[in-house]
Structure formats: structure tokens, C-alpha cells
């Protein structure tokens, strides 16, 4: 388990847990991310988030910023939970050492407002550093997109665990589920304009650019 | 260096560009469109995202159903995936990365390359604007009566009708209805009220259609069970309450292009501009410079330079009008990266209508009562049907995913703390923010029997708002955009307003939880970012450089009420082609608008 592998492993297990206590919903609902390689899928994305050049791979950059989260959390003493040894799956870094809850706060400091980051892009007004904040909250978004998809079925499987798990049936050529109208056509109501442009910006039109129209307050 | 002559090069084959190309075509203008992504659905691109196929469209023929039913899966991963899917802001090559933007903040963007352009995956949702947000709110610099013809004109012709009633949809008008709304039916919005959605959605075929009654809500082809070749064209026409407007909407199955139901704007719009004779498409071309004479003083547009995104090859068109429809991110990116003057409105009062997203579970002893069914299926059927309009607030809709797309709406795109981390006693719902762990899975077991609302924010325009580049981070096309958008106290709480309603109608509806997003910006309705009255005339030419006209939503003055603006995008821009046919191409003997 490499270093990239093992920090999005932990965030992976953070967000779609394995979940033994849903059994009771059905033993479907019991595996999470970890089971169908999310993680791998997700790196796979973050590295192609950006095109080449000379750049790092992104997904490197990702764990180690989540690693710095986790730092930051625990220096300012947002950490709840305090530090465990890592899960077999995970990498030795202090993100993956947080709880599961713990390891999204430290992620919320990264994407949010109050966070090192942002704080020192404002400070430069720095939208390379800022970018950092639209990057963290990327990462929910592309974790629950691809688990919830059909993006981790194995091979020759027509559906994910994400779909099954949410028991729905792949796309179907469609369903007789129409119910009438409430409303047969729409009509041509009457409105009342209360306040209308004087008709000089439209007519100016005509003569072809140059005037200023609606003399508009924003 | 090629170059070439035309008399009108429009950059951007989207939502917009294609209504502009179409009414110009018909006025005997030529036009060439250049468009950045691939064209799907076009037998001279066979495999769009492997290779670079064909140069260019001018014939309706070339329009494939065949390709379009192989591209177009329906698959979400497939389809929607936001780095690797087929409906991306990104070349049409599937090898390369997204298109690059600078986005200091939390944020998710939502813009699709290619010939119908964001239209590929959108829902069909065309209210017109809210009549007050353009007769009493400041900025539009003409009255809703000017726009009224050009509404009219594509009502007819996408067509666009009233969305039929499906179980989702009868449960929300029920939450309405109990919450006190009334019903209204009428094309022009001045009340609050409940009703079926203007769709730009064929209607379906009558088979599809029951009584309300006894329903077994069997699919037909659903991947897990045996393909059939039910619902296929052309045996049905029309809508199949499929729900995969998301996914490309590509049914039904088998039948020609113009044929789909979900009329997008490559299956609406294009194939209409075609017919023209006078309108060339040519994909898989990033326009990078609007090439202009005179200065210094007056400047006109004469044409546009372009990469072929696969060759990497520059080439110019030389026009006499130059028209922007490249979305409201990339024209403000292309008009500063052009050197063009910058009033200070150039890319700013960006509205995006302050999305936000809730949720209601509904026992199945609840939808039985309600819809005879013992869940709400949100896969079935329209994707968006129902709406509530609240004018100066906004509007709130049923908006309904697979569930991929519903986990990151609903669980995962929200701002600030997660749900574990906040209290929600007192509130309207039960959770709120972004789920994870057991929480996650249980909404997501859930999904068969949630209803998810929309609320569409009316936001202002303000200048603190909008698009410019970012100098330090170049791609191959110059400068990268800088994209930031923050909301004013007040349109946060008309979005809390809203989203109090929604959960009301929820409740109404017999809801036993509830769950609000509290969504991050999520960039998806964007307009007014070279608004007209302000960078624009009242004919959407430049106040500071002749012959350059804007036709897509960045022209809008204002974000139209909060309801969804695609109506309005190209009800404009069907008048704008008139205003340029008027200025510079020998008059409009029939304008649509009276002359
Ligand atoms: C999931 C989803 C659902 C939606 N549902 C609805 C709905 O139901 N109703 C509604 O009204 N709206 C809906 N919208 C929003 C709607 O799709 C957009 O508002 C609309 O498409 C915007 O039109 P446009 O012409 O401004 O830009 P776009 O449709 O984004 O078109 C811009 C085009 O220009 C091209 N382009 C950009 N830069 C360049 C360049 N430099 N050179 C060449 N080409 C370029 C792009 O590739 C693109 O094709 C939805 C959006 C999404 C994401």
C-alpha cells in the first residue's frame, strides 16, 4: 500500500465505511468503499484532474495536504477523538491515524474558510494557493460520485455496489409510470408590468451600439 | 495559417448559439459555429472521443441516431463522471485531462463541451423568466413584453408543454397543496403557486400514461432484468419516463436525432439551424482570440482564431459580426484574453441561483396512500416535473437523480460542517450538511423512497461576482479563467427561505425525515456575466466594440427571477440574431418581435 494509496484509503473509509451495524438491512449494505478499491478509483481521478507538465501527480499532493490537515486539527485542538495505529489498508500518516470523524474535520479545515489555507490565499490573494480549497472540496463530491455509480462494478458485473446497495436498476429504456395532466396546455395569462423601461433604450437600438440603455443600478 | 470568410463566425455551439445560428440561417446569413467539444450523434465523427474524425457539419444527414444511441449509455459513470465521462468541460479526447479553471474556494462547476453544449445533460426545464424580475427588478433594459414573442416562437417549435404527472410529482403537487399553494397555469409567472413544468420534453406516448391507479412500475430493458425492445422508436415516440435526462437523455431508443425526446439543443436546435443550408458546425475547435481592426478608438470584431483541439493547428475566420456564445465562463476568459476594453463589468454580476438541495423519506404506507406505489421511484420518470414558483425568493423543484448523482446534490456537496457536527433541534429538518459513514449509507438505502427538491435562488448581480483570468496559470488556450462567486446576506436568506418551504412541503406531504444539503456554490445556472445594459446594448452588441455580439446566458441582466434559464438564454438570442441582422445584414422582413 503506497503512501497516496493508504491516505485515500483512509479517507475512502472515512466517507462509505464497511457498515456491519446495517446488516439488518440486508448483508448487502455491509461492505463499503474499501471493498470495491475506491480508493484506486479516486486516485486514478485526482491524477487526472490536471494535465501533465512537470507536475507532481495530484493525488500525491492531495495526501499530503490531508496529511497537514491533520496536523493543523490536532494543533488547534479540534481533534475529538485523538490518534489510533492506522488500519492494515491505510498509509502511516497522521490523516490516516485520525478517527473516522476526525479525518473529515481535518478535511474541513482545508476546504473552508478558517482553515491555514484559505487564510494564507486571502492573506496573498492567492488563487493558486485557494485552489487548494476547491480541490478538498472536491474530494466528498468524487468519492460518493463513484461509489454511488456504476464506476466500480467489477468486470461483467451490470451493477455496482453503489447501485445495489441503493436498489436501483441501471438505466432502463423507460418506465409507464405517467399519470394524466395536471395541466392540459399553459395559457396566455394576462401580467401586469407595474414598471416599465421607458421606450427610448429599446428604440436608441436601432441606431446601432454605441448608447448606454436602462441606466441600471446593480 | 488557414483562413476563411463567412459572414458571421459564432464561438460556442451550447445552449444559445444554436438558436442565434438557426434564426440567422433563415435569414439567408452564413454562419460557421465553432464549438470546443466533440459532436456526438454524427455519423463524420464515428468515435468522437478517440479519434479526431471529420472537419466539419453542414448537413442535416450527417446526424446519427444510430451514433447517438452508442455514445449516449445512460450509464452516470459513463456519461457524468466529472474528469473521465463523456459529458465533461474537456476535449473531446478521452485521454487528456478536464479543461483547467482557477477556483480559489469550494465549489463544484457544472458546464459541458460539445455541440449542444450544457443542453447535453440538462433536464428540459424552460419557464420563462418571473415577470418581475425583468419589469421591476433594475437591470434589463428592455420590458418582458419584448421577449414574450420569442418565448412563443420556442414553445412551438422544441415544443414545450406541460410535464405529465408521475408519482414523484403527484406526492410534491400533494405537499403543495397541503402547504397551502395554489395551482397556477399560466406561461407568465407573477404569484406564488404550484405546477407541472414547462418541459422542453415531448410528450410520451399514451401507453406510458395511466390513470393514476394500480401501477406495477415495471421497467422495461432495466440492466438487471431481460432487454426488451419495449419503449423503442418507432413503436414509441416520444418521452419514455426514463429519467436520464442527466445522462445525455438519448430516448427513445432507435429514433433519428431530431427525434429524441429531451429536446437539447443538438436535438432541438441544431439540426433546425442545418436545415438552413446556410449554418457550418465545426467541433473540436477552441476559439482563443476575437481578431479585431481600428483602435486606437473604436475597435470592430473581424473574426476569430482558433486551436483544433486534436491537431493543435491555429486557424482564423474572418466575418462580418463576431458573436460570443461560449458560456458565461468562457466568453468574459476569451473577450480578456483578447485584449478586448474592460468596463469593469466584463465577466462580473455572475448569478448562479444559490442552489440548495432537500430531501424528504417517505414510509411506503405513505406513497401507497398517496400514489398507490410503495415507494417515490425517483428514477421514474421526468428527472424535473413539478415546480413551485416564489417570485423575488426563487423556486423549488422536484429534481430527481440515479444514485450517484443523488449522493453528491444531496450528501456530499454541502458547505461547512458535517451533519455529525451540527444540531439541528429546532430546524425544520432532521439533518443538515454532508453525510458520511452508516448515516451515508442509510439515506442512500433510502433512495427508492426519497423525493429530492431543488431550490433555485433568486441571487443579484453584483460586481464582486463573476470571472476573470488567472495570468499565473496558462493551459494551451492562454490564461485559465478565475471563477469566484460568493453569496450577499440577502440571497442567502431568500435561499434560506426557500429551502424552509421545500422541507414544509416535504412534511406536508408526509415526509418521516428530512434532510437539508446546505450546498457549497454549485455553478450550474450561470448567467449575466456580460450583461446586457451593462458590457452589452440593448441588442446584445458591444458598447465597446462594434460588430461583437453576446448570445448565451452571460447576456441575461440578471439571473431571470430564479427560474431556470435556458427559456430566456435563447428566447434572447433569437432576438439578438434579428438585431444583427438588422444592423449589418440588410434588414429582418418579418421579425419575430414585430418590427
Ligand atoms: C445537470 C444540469 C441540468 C440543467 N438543467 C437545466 C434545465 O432543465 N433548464 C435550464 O434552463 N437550464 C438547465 N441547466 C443549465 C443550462 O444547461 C445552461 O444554463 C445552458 O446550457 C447555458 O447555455 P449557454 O449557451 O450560456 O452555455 P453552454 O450551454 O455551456 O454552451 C457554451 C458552449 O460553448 C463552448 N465553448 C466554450 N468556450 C469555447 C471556446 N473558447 N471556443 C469554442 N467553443 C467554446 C462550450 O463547449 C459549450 O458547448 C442545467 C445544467 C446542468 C449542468
Redesign the interface.
Known sequence: MSYTQGTFAALVDAIVPETPGLASRGEEHVPGGLDVSLEAAVVERTNRFLEGESRVPLATVVAALLDAAAVELLLRRRATDGLNAPAEAFSRGVFARLSRRDRLRALGLLEGEEGAFARIADRFDDAGLGVVTYLAGSLPVLVQFVYYSEATAAAGETRSLGWRQADYPGPAEGYPVGMGYEIEAFEENEYESEMRKDDAGESEDDAGGEHESGGSER | MRERETDVVVVGAGGDGPALAWRLGQLGVDVTILEAGPFYGNERWAAPNDAPGGESSTDPGDLSGERYDEQF??????M?????GKLRWGPADAE???W?R???????ITQVAGVGGTTQHYYGNHPRAF??AI??Q?????????LVPYY?RLEAVHPI??A????K??VF?EGARRAGYE?T????V?SEGY??F?NAILQ?DE??????GE?D?????????S??D???YPD?EGD?????EH?GGP???GAPVRERARRSSNVSLVPRALDTGHVEIRPNAFATQVLTAGGPGPVAATGVEFRDTWAGTVERVHADAVVLAAGCIETPRLWLNSGLPDDGWVGK?LTTHWFDFVAGVFDSATTETL?GQPAV?P???QAAG?RVDVPGAGGIAVNTF???????TM???GQ???S??RDTAGEPWDTCG?L???E???R??D??RTLTLICHTDD????ANGVSV?E??T?EHGPVP?VEWEPHPDDDARRDDLAVRAAEILREAGATHVHRADA?PILLHMQSSMAM??VL???C?A?DV?RLFVADHSAL?NGVGGANPTHSGQALALRTAE?MA??YFGGVDEPLGGA
Open positions: 449509455t445512460a450509464r452516470e459513470g459513463e457524468n463522471d466529472p474528469v473521465a487528456r485531462s478536464p483547467q482557477a477556483i480559489p474556494q469550494q465549489a463544484v415577470v418581475p419589469d421591476e433594475p437591470h434589463w433594459p428592455i420590458d418582458y413584453d419584448q412563443q408543454e406541460p405529465p404527472t408521475t408519482p410529482a403527484a403537487f395551482r397555469d399560466g406561461y407568465n407573477t405546477r407541472p414547462p410520451p401507453r406510458l400514461m395511466g390513470d393514476g401501477r412500475g415495471e421497467s422495461a430493458g432495466g440492466e438487471g432484468e432487454a426488451t419495449e419503449y423503442r414509441y419514455t419516463l426514463a429519467a436520464h445522462q430516448h427513445p431508443r454580476g400514489v421511484e428514477h421514474q420518470g413539478a440515479a444514485p450517484g448523482l443523488t449522493a453528491t450528501y456530499a456537496a461547512g460542517e458535517w455529525f457536527d454532508r458520511a459513514g452508516r451515508l449509507k442509510e442512500m438505502a433512495y427508492r443579484r448581480p453584483r460586481q488567472d499565473s496559470t493551459d478565475l457549497a445594459g451593462k446594448d440593448a441588442g452588441e458598447h462594434d441582466p438585431r438588422e444592423r
